[in-house]
C-alpha cells in the first residue's frame, strides 16, 4: 500500500531579527529571502516550498512582528497577523540569544486568537550553554500550550532535520501544490528587487535602510544572449541618495557587483545589471507609493 502524501502551508512569524529568513533558506536550500542584521528586513510574504518524497511544506516568511511607526509598518504587521490564520501550522521563532522579551508578550498576545498548532522555535542554540537554554524554554513553556518546542541553529542547521520530520507529521493528507523542482512561487522580478535591496542594506549606514525600496524597471534580452535589467532603488532623501550613490559612484557600483553575482545565480544566466536612484519623499506612508511598490494588502 502507498503512504499518503502530505502537504500544508506553514507561517513562520517572530520579533524582527530572530533569524526567519535564515531558516528558510536553510531548509529550501535556496537563497530567496534576503538576511541582514537591520531589524524588519522582511517586508512581504515569501512563499518557499519544501518537497520530499512523501511530502510538501509551504513556507511563508512573514515580517517581524513589531509596533508600527508608519503606514508600511502596519503592512508589515497586518501581513504577519493574517498569515496565522490561513495555514495548517505556525512557527513561532525566538531568538535564545536574547530571550523572552515585551515583543514576544506581543505576538503570544496574538496567538490566543490561532487556532492550529503552535511550534515553538528557539533559534540561536549555538549561542548559549545548554542549562541557560533550558531555563529559556521553561519560561516560554508557562506563556502559551505550545504542540512542539525545538531548539535549532538556523545558521548552522543543527536539528533543522529533526524540525522537518515533526512539521511533516502535523501536516494533514493532502495534494502536491506546487512542481518538486520549485522553490518559490514569488515571480523573478520579485527576488531580483529583493537581492538588490539586501545589498543595500548590508553596505550602507543606519540612517538609509529602512528607507529603500527597489523597482525593477525592465527585464530584457540583449543580443548576446545577456539578459539587461534595469531597476531603481527608491530613497525619501535627497541625503540617502549621495549615501547610496557614494563617492564617484563606489556605493553603487558596489551595491550592483554584489547584487549581480546572486542574481546570476538564482537565473543561471550571465546579466547587465543597470541601478539607478530616486528620490521619492516620504513614500512610506503614502498608500499608492506603497502600492507601487509592491506593498498591496489585497494580496494577502
Do not use: C
Not at 509596533?67 to 493574517?82: D, I, T, Y
Not at 541557560?132 to 532535520?161: C, H, M, Q, W
Amino acid at each position: 500500500m502507498e503512504s499518503e502524501f502530505k502537504s500544508g502551508f506553514i507561517s513562520i512569524i517572530g520579533r524582527p531579527n530572530v533569524g526567519k529568513s535564515t531558516f528558510m533558506n536553510r531548509v529550501i536550500g535556496e537563497k530567496i529571502a534576503i538576511m541582514s542584521d537591520k531589524a524588519q528586513t522582511t517586508r512581504n510574504k515569501i512563499q518557499g516550498v519544501y518537497t520530499q518524497d512523501d511530502a510538501q511544506l509551504v513556507f511563508i516568511d512573514t515580517p517581524g512582528i513589531h509596533k508600527p511607526k508608519h503606514k508600511l509598518g502596519s503592512f508589515m504587521v497586518n501581513v504577519a497577523e493574517q498569515s496565522m490564520n490561513e495555514v495548517d501550522l505556525v512557527l513561532f521563532m525566538v531568538n535564545a540569544k536574547e530571550g523572552f522579551g515585551r515583543g514576544d508578550e506581543f505576538i503570544i498576545n496574538m496567538l490566543q486568537k490561532v487556532k492550529q498548532p503552535v511550534f515553538l522555535i528557539v533559534n540561536k542554540l549555538d549561542q548559549v550553554h545548554p542549562d541557560e537554554l533550558i531555563k529559556i524554554i521553561d519560561e516560554y513553556r508557562t506563556k502559551y500550550d505550545f504542540a512542539e518546542i525545538v531548539p535549532i541553529s538556523a545558521l548552522e542547521g543543527n536539528n533543522v532535520d529533526n524540525l522537518l520530520k515533526l512539521m511533516v507529521e502535523q501536516m494533514p493528507e493532502g495534494p502536491q501544490f506546487y512542481p518538486e523542482d520549485m522553490i518559490t512561487d514569488h515571480p523573478e522580478r520579485f527576488v531580483i528587487s529583493e537581492l538588490i535591496r539586501e545589498k543595500a542594506l548590508h553596505l550602507t549606514r543606519e540612517e538609509v535602510p529602512h528607507s529603500i525600496a527597489v523597482v525593477i524597471e525592465g527585464i530584457e534580452e540583449r543580443e548576446n544572449e545577456k539578459l539587461n535589467v534595469q531597476a531603481s532603488i527608491i530613497v525619501e532623501r535627497s541625503s540617502q541618495k549621495g549615501i547610496i550613490i557614494g563617492k564617484q559612484g563606489s556605493m553603487l557600483k558596489e551595491i550592483g557587483q554584489r547584487a549581480r553575482k546572486d542574481i546570476e545565480s538564482l537565473l543561471g544566466t550571465k546579466i547587465y545589471l543597470e541601478l539607478f536612484v530616486k528620490v521619492q519623499k516620504d513614500w512610506r506612508n503614502r498608500a499608492n507609493q506603497l502600492q507601487e511598490y509592491g506593498y498591496r494588502e489585497d494580496e494577502y
